[in-house]
């Protein structure tokens, strides 16, 4: 298969919801960091080759439960805005994951520092994600819980891929990392952990200062845009099947090994791919190979993850 990647190739690694929660566990940050662990062992074996790393993740039902049970203790103390609320799941995510990779990275005899970077990320405050919220977080309900959240809180549900209907916030697309200098220094001696849940999105105000404002960023276009920002060689991003796929979860589905981006845009246009799961992905990735040349990106499942780089499995997008 094509695509290998030489080793010391510069790699941003989007790790999706399974690399964070397994859903036959309950929710809880014991249980968060016991998958987190399993994890580390994949990334540590991928420094262990070579590879420079940054991590991004998401925190889409971590997120939801921190602003549930801000908003469920209200009638205690204030509730947490909703930007607040998306730094908090930064830091304790990130800590799982620079707990998780040092031990890892330890038992394989590197001695690399990890660090959470708490990384905000610009935004357009006239995005027309504002208006049309489409990012799930938080648990999964039935259609019934569903509505009464809609009349009694207010929410906007959606049904998200068959498995549920879940709370949407607007989505608006990254434009730039305000912390990418301090990412950048560290780039060279640090395994980075950033724009974590696709950033704090933020807004530039008149005079310069930075607001939050109460939306998710996409987790996967976050990495392309740090990948980009940091002028990487791959945008990896992990999830839990093991390349894309056409007609997918039909006896016609047919698995991508190598496509370029306007391969993928006629994907698109024909459906291939659904909102909210595998359609940002592949929108990232092209993003990132027209981004400059010699670009490439690959998706694939997190436990073939050092496989892909070697060129034995995913799905890799690069320039025609």
């Known amino acids: 298969m094509s695509g290998?990647?030489?080793?010391?190739?510069?790699?941003?690694?989007?790790?999706g919801g399974n690399a964070l929660e397994d859903k036959s566990l309950p929710p809880t940050a014991q249980s968060q960091r016991q998958v987190v662990e399993r994890t580390a062992q994949h990334l540590a074996r991928l420094s262990a080759a070579g590879y420079e790393l940054a991590v991004v993740h998401g925190n889409g039902p971590q997120v939801g439960r921190i602003l549930l049970a801000s908003e469920t203790a209200a009638s205690v103390t204030p509730p947490m805005p909703f930007d607040v609320c998306g730094a908090m799941s930064q830091g304790y995510i990130g800590y799982h994951i620079q707990?998780?990779?040092?031990?890892?990275?330890?038992?394989?005899?590197?001695?690399?520092?990890?660090?959470?970077?708490?990384?905000?990320?610009?935004?357009?405050?006239?995005?027309?994600?504002?208006?049309?919220?489409?990012?799930?977080?938080?648990?999964?309900?039935?259609?019934?819980?569903?509505?009464?959240?809609?009349?009694?809180?207010?929410?906007?549900?959606?049904?998200?891929?068959?498995?549920?209907?879940?709370?949407?916030?607007p989505s608006p697309?990254?434009?730039?990392?305000?912390?990418?200098?301090?990412?950048?220094?560290?780039?060279?001696?640090?395994?980075?952990?950033?724009?974590?849940?696709?950033?704090?999105?933020?807004?530039?105000?008149a005079d310069g200062a930075l607001s939050g404002v109460s939306a998710v960023i996409?987790?996967?276009?976050?990495?392309?845009?740090?990948?980009?920002?940091m002028h990487a060689d791959i945008l990896m991003i992990l999830t839990e099947v093991e390349a894309v796929a056409l007609h997918f979860g039909t006896p016609e589905e047919r698995a991508l090994t190598h496509v370029t981006p306007g391969e993928l845009d006629r994907?698109?246009?024909?459906?291939?791919?659904?909102?909210?799961?595998?359609?940002?992905?592949?929108?990232?990735?092209?993003?990132?190979?027209?981004?400059?040349?010699?670009?490439?990106?690959?998706?694939?499942?997190?436990?073939?993850?050092?496989?892909?780089?070697?060129?034995?499995?995913?799905?890799w997008v690069t320039a025609p």
């Not at 996409?218 to 392309?224: E, G, R």
């Not at 997190?302 to 780089?309: E, S």
């Open 4 to 15: 290998a990647a030489p080793a010391a190739a510069k790699v941003v690694v989007a790790l």
């Open 99 to 169: 707990q998780g990779l040092r031990r890892a990275l330890k038992q394989l005899g590197r001695d690399i520092p990890v660090v959470t970077v708490v990384t905000q990320v610009v935004v357009d405050r006239e995005d027309p994600a504002f208006q049309r919220p489409s990012k799930p977080i938080g648990p999964f309900y039935t259609r019934e819980e569903a509505e009464h959240l809609a009349v009694e809180q207010g929410y906007a549900m959606r049904e998200d891929a068959g498995r549920g209907w879940r709370r949407v916030v």
């Open 173 to 205: 697309r990254p434009l730039r990392i305000v912390e990418i200098g301090t990412l950048r220094t560290l780039w060279s001696t640090t395994i980075t952990v950033a724009c974590g849940g696709g950033g704090i999105p933020v807004v530039e105000e």
């Open 218 to 229: 996409d987790k996967d276009l976050a990495a392309m845009e740090l990948a980009v920002e």
């Open 267 to 315: 994907y698109t246009q024909e459906g291939h791919f659904a909102p909210g799961s595998m359609l940002p992905k592949v929108q990232a990735a092209a993003d990132f190979v027209r981004s400059a040349p010699g670009r490439r990106a690959v998706i694939t499942s997190l436990d073939r993850c050092l496989d892909a780089l070697e060129g034995k499995c995913g799905t």
